[in-house]
């Protein structure tokens, strides 16, 4: 369907010609053999990855951003220079205006340069996840290159760093606004906090890509061994991720304006109350939100139990629940069970009948799962603090369905009663 291994071939041929991106995958039934998708998903693959971190493009948007950033400093300085100096004239205006235009001009390449770099990036962006999606149970460690495994790339924590000193320097120039001087430092902290901004949303959202896809990917092998060992336990990686942590990082920029105000400024004392609110408010309003957000989702499950509890007999236990919280597959037109697996995520309500598991949505689907079709199911304590755990049913016929819940360890209680395979992940 395309070739990629030319592509993979020249990616590394010349920084000023870029090689082809492979071509998009297409859904994965258009392929003739899964043995073809795969090696083109594997090429397709390391070609991106390997454009996307390299260190030639990194060296490039390095230099063009800094040619930018240095325009930006030295127009400023130069007007500020023109109109503040004492023997001000035509001639000295004129020279100027010529040099700020050479300036501009010099830097015109650069600006087209990031221009081609943002617009290819975004396009590659497209591809990794296009073809990251059209088989997820092959090269399963190809988002490892963005840290998922680990720490992210270097060089989100340089632009980070950047970005910090940006923003440091920036609020020290705006505490000393009474000097002109001083002022004209900002656009040139501006277009550097704009690249460095730039770089660490690259890297963050690649890093939020790869984590996600090894959800997902991890999602598969975890019900694959399920199914082959059907053993007592099996093995959860934890995510390695603590609220503690963003509290932290959201706090930091305002530990930064605390520290500047009270070396700059320790006389401005509305300054300072201002940043004591906004840290009091990053620290106190952020616990309420989660538990709100919590209390909303049960809220919403109970609601829709309410409106289904008559669809099932006098004195069932009803227990709310959301389903679809596996990857939309709508080009593989998911029918039956597999579509209470796909998201969008919805609101239903689940009774354990005598023989069978009856699933009722609110939007009007049902669906009745006989004892005898269930292979097993697995209970699933969730890490992400804010989320009930889950219950995944896995069926004889491949295929599988997780619902949430805050009865998750009730429903595997009742299921392992009933003589159904319960394990607890």
Wanted: aromatic share 6%; with cysteine.
């Amino acid at each position: 369907m395309t070739n990629t291994t030319d592509a993979g071939s020249s990616s590394r041929g010349s920084l000023f010609r870029a090689a082809p991106l492979p071509e998009e995958p297409g859904p994965g039934r258009a392929w003739p053999d899964r043995a073809a998708l795969l090696r083109a998903q594997s090429e397709a693959l390391k070609v991106l990855t390997r454009e996307d971190l390299s260190r030639g493009r990194g060296v490039v948007f390095f230099l063009c951003s800094a040619v930018v950033t240095l325009v930006a400093v030295l127009i400023p300085v130069l007007v500020a220079d023109a109109l503040g100096g004492e023997g001000r004239d035509a001639d000295s205006a004129a020279v100027t205006a010529a040099v700020c235009l050479l300036l501009a001009i010099i830097a015109l390449p650069a600006l087209l340069v990031l221009r081609s770099l943002r617009a290819r990036g975004a396009r590659r962006s497209r591809l990794l996840r296009q073809w990251a999606a059209v088989d997820r149970g092959h090269d399963s460690e190809i988002p490892g290159g963005y840290g998922s495994q680990g720490s992210p790339h270097p060089r989100f924590f340089n632009a980070a760093a950047i970005l910090a000193l940006a923003f440091i320097l920036a609020v020290l120039v705006l505490a000393n606004a009474s000097d002109v001087d001083v002022l004209v430092m900002l656009p040139g902290l501006a277009v550097a906090a704009c690249f460095a901004w730039a770089t660490v949303r690259k890297y963050a959202d690649r890093y939020a890509w790869a984590s996600r896809e090894n959800v997902i990917r991890g999602r598969e092998r975890r019900r694959n061994r399920h199914r082959e060992r059907m053993s007592p336990s099996v093995e959860v990686q934890r995510s390695g991720i603590r609220p503690v942590l963003l509290y932290l990082a959201l706090s930091a920029p305002v530990a930064i304006v605390v520290v500047v105000f009270a070396i700059v400024r320790p006389d401005n004392v509305t300054g300072l109350v201002l940043v004591g609110l906004i840290a009091l408010a990053v620290l106190v309003v952020g616990l309420p939100m989660v538990a709100l957000k919590r209390r909303r989702e049960r809220a919403q499950l109970e609601e829709a139990v309410g409106a289904l509890t008559s669809s099932f007999s006098a004195g069932a236990v009803v227990h709310p629940v959301r389903y679809g919280l596996g990857e939309p597959t709508g080009e593989h037109g998911a029918v039956g069970a597999a579509a209470w697996d796909c998201a969008p995520p919805r609101a239903g309500a689940l009774v354990i009948a005598a023989d069978r598991v009856r699933l009722r949505g609110a939007d009007g689907s049902a669906l009745d799962l006989p004892f005898a079709d269930l292979a097993g199911v697995a209970y699933i304590p969730n890490t992400v603090s804010w989320l009930d755990p889950t219950v995944d049913f896995l069926l004889h016929s491949g295929e599988s369905i997780e619902v949430r819940t805050a009865r998750a360890e009730e429903i595997a209680h009742a299921l392992s009663g009933a003589g159904v395979w319960t394990a607890s992940a």
